[in-house]
């Protein structure tokens, strides 16, 4: 069936780095955007960031740009978030979706990713 | 900070109609969809391009919108409709992805 799994959240330390992957399976991947939303604990949704099918178009929220960067492989059906120079606030559950201009209608599970000394 | 607003929380009586609405700038020129998320689970997809239900969403869901308000209008509210509901659209200058802050529903 169509399914989104997330994996690669963990504990780090403030200012180190975590790289999240997003396991696609039973659509064509390679056919779709694909984006990264995350939630704090207790808080709202937030767009992070999305990429193109073929990964030519890239687009941040300003809140993680310069710091995060998207990227996929088609040929593993695969979506990546590499999460670099982390801070406390970006404490949340990262969810992966596919993206069609905004209308998320999958969604993975989410992984939670901890940012403390 | 959102470029989208929402009141915090909204109630109704088990069978009655809930309208929660969406506000910002950008709705004058992009849909608005919307997503239900109950405590522990991911995001569900209810409403997109404004007025479309994804299979398998009730059609006691639907979606309007005018000017810079986009509304999702629960007809008949079901003690499992109790959740939080978020918009989403584009952001002001069209190329960034925004959600609303949140309304929270109450099944009373």
């Known amino acids: 069936q169509v399914q989104l799994v997330e994996s690669g959240g963990g504990l780090v330390k403030p200012g180190g780095s975590l790289r999240l992957s997003c396991a696609a399976s039973?659509?064509?991947?390679?056919?779709?955007?694909m984006s990264w939303i995350r939630q704090a604990p207790g808080k709202g949704l937030e767009w992070v960031s999305y990429?193109?099918?073929?990964?030519?178009?890239?687009k941040y929220a300003d809140s993680v740009k310069g710091r995060f960067t998207i990227s996929r492989d088609n040929a593993k059906n695969s979506l990546y978030l590499q999460m670099n120079s982390l801070r406390a606030e970006d404490t949340a559950v990262y969810y992966c979706?596919?993206?069609?201009?905004?209308?998320?209608?999958?969604w993975g599970q989410g992984t939670m990713v901890t940012v403390s000394s | 900070s959102s470029e989208l607003t929402q009141d915090p929380a909204v109630s109704v009586a088990l069978g009655q109609t809930v309208r929660i609405t969406c506000q910002g700038d950008s709705l004058r020129s992009y849909y608005a969809s919307w997503f239900q998320q109950k405590p522990g689970q991911a995001p569900v997809l209810v409403i997109y391009g404004k007025t479309n239900r994804p299979s398998g969403i009730p059609d006691r869901f639907s979606g309007s919108g005018s000017g810079n308000t986009a509304s999702l209008t629960i007809t008949g509210a079901q003690a499992e409709d109790e959740a939080d509901y978020y918009c989403?659209?584009?952001?002001?200058?069209?190329?960034?992805?925004?959600f609303g802050t949140g309304t929270k529903v109450t099944v009373l």
């Open positions: 039973g659509f064509t991947f390679s056919d779709y955007y």
């Open positions: 989403n659209s584009r952001d002001s200058s069209g190329n960034l992805h925004v």
């Open positions: 979706a596919r993206d069609r201009s905004g209308d998320y209608d999958i």
């Open positions: 990429i193109g099918s073929s990964s030519s178009y890239t």
